[in-house]
Nanobody, 123 residues
Framework: QVQLVESGGGLVQAGDSVTLSCAASGLTFRSSALGWFRQAPGKEREFVVAIDRSGGTYYSDSVKGRSTISRDNAKNTVYLRMNTLKPEDTAVYYC?????????????????WGQGTQVTVSS
């Protein structure tokens, strides 16, 4: 059974940084692509960033330049570091796994999802 468990969210101030983690189990992690999505209150889920099995990355315009995704295959964990946080970054952040290993910004391409971690940015 595939499990994705996010952690690292919380209440932060605008301008601060946060590092989210997603620990995976039950899948061949090193061959999977991992993505981060977020959903703000009253809004649809949106793509944030993804990393493929080779380490290639794809960032959304909303976080490009102030975020870094990375993966540690030895720990079966993917990380999202977000800097210069803004109130509009407030959302539940979800980790997702795509077993084919290819990059995608489409949620429907991902096979498994975590429960999410809340990030709240106060102004």
């Amino acid at each position: 059974q595939v499990q994705l468990v996010e952690s690292g969210g919380g209440l932060v101030q605008a301008g601060d940084s946060v590092t989210l983690s997603c620990a995976a189990s039950g899948l061949t992690f090193r061959s999977s692509a991992l993505g981060w999505f977020r959903q703000a209150p009253g809004k649809e889920r949106e793509f944030v960033v993804a990393i493929d099995r080779s380490g290639g990355t794809y960032y959304s315009d909303s976080v490009k330049g102030r975020s870094t995704i990375s993966r540690d295959n030895a720990k079966n964990t993917v990380y999202l570091r977000m800097n210069t946080l803004k109130p509009e970054d407030t959302a539940v952040y979800y980790c997702a796994a795509r077993l084919s290993g290819a990059l995608s910004s489409l949620g429907l391409h991902y096979n498994n999802w975590g429960q999410g971690t809340q990030v709240t940015v106060s102004s």
